[in-house]
C-alpha cells in the first residue's frame, strides 16, 4: 500500500508563490494518474490538478494559469508549483492516487493565503 506525504505548506501573503510536494513510499509508475486535491473550511473537497504518466495534466478553472502541476517518477515525487495565490487558495491540499481497488490520500498540508 502506497503511503503519501506531503510537504510546502504554510502562511503567505497575497500574491506570493508556494512549492507543494508530494512524496511516495513506493515507486509512483504504477500509478497513471497522480492529484492535487484541496478541501478549504466550510467546503467540498475539490480537484486541484492531475498529472498523467505521459506528462498530461489537468487544473482546474480556477487554478488554470496559475498553478503547474509536476511529477518525477525517478524520485516518486509529485509536486505543486503555486503562485499568484489568492486568499481563496487557503486550504488543506491533499496528494492523491488510485487504482481499481482502492484509493489513496496523504494527510494534507494546510496553506494559508493572508497578509
Known amino acids: 500500500q502506497v503511503q503519501l506525504v506531503e510537504s510546502g505548506g504554510g502562511l503567505v501573503q497575497p500574491g506570493g508563490s508556494l512549492r507543494l510536494s508530494c512524496a511516495a513510499s513506493e515507486n509512483i509508475f504504477s500509478f497513471n494518474a497522480m492529484n492535487w486535491y484541496r478541501q478549504a473550511p466550510g467546503k467540498e473537497r475539490e480537484l486541484v490538478a492531475t498529472?498523467?504518466?505521459?506528462?498530461?495534466?489537468n487544473y482546474a478553472d480556477s487554478v488554470k494559469g496559475r498553478f503547474t502541476i509536476s511529477r518525477d517518477n525517478a524520485k516518486n515525487t509529485v509536486s505543486l508549483q503555486m503562485n499568484s495565490l489568492k486568499p481563496e487558495d487557503t486550504a488543506v491540499y491533499y496528494c492523491?492516487?488510485?487504482?481499481?481497488?482502492?484509493?489513496?490520500w496523504g494527510k494534507g498540508t494546510l496553506v494559508t493565503v493572508s497578509s
Open positions: 492523491n492516487t488510485a487504482t481499481v481497488f482502492r484509493t489513496y
Open positions: 498529472i498523467t504518466n505521459g506528462g498530461s495534466s
